[in-house]
Nanobody, 125 residues
Framework: QLQLVESGGGSVQRGRSLRLTCTASGSIRGYFCMAWFRQAPGQEREGVAAIYNTPRTPDYADSVQGRFTISQDTAKTTMYLQMDSLEPDDTAMYYC??????????????????WGKGTLVNISS
């Protein structure tokens, strides 16, 4: 059974940076995408960034384009989200997820196959 565990969340002031990490345990072989989602209090979960096990370039939400960078280690068992120039609107629970069967933009994929439990990011002004 595949498990995803997020880490790296915390509380920082606006303009600062954080790096989130998602570690996969169990077989990740054959996945299509890994992605970061976030959910702020009272809001729907939204896709933030996705990276693919294909030549497809990563996808980013418009709100984080140019500030966040998604990456993986060479084994593709660990995924990162480098978040720079953080703003209070980035405050949310951040989740990593992976899907094995979908073939489109994973940012709009709601029923990803596996999810982590989340890590909290709080940005103060």
């Amino acid at each position: 059974q595949l498990q995803l565990v997020e880490s790296g969340g915390g509380s920082v002031q606006r303009g600062r940076s954080l790096r989130l990490t998602c570690t996969a345990s169990g077989s990740i072989r054959g996945y299509f995408c890994m992605a970061w989602f976030r959910q702020a209090p009272g809001q729907e979960r939204e896709g933030v960034a996705a990276i693919y096990n294909t030549p497809r370039t990563p996808d980013y939400a418009d709100s984080v384009q140019g500030r966040f960078t998604i990456s993986q280690d060479t084994a593709k068992t660990t995924m990162y989200l480098q978040m720079d120039s953080l703003e209070p609107d980035d405050t949310a629970m951040y989740y990593c997820a992976t899907d094995f069967s979908y073939a489109g933009n994973c940012l709009i994929r709601r029923n990803m196959d596996y999810w982590g439990k989340g890590t909290l990011v709080n940005i103060s002004s």
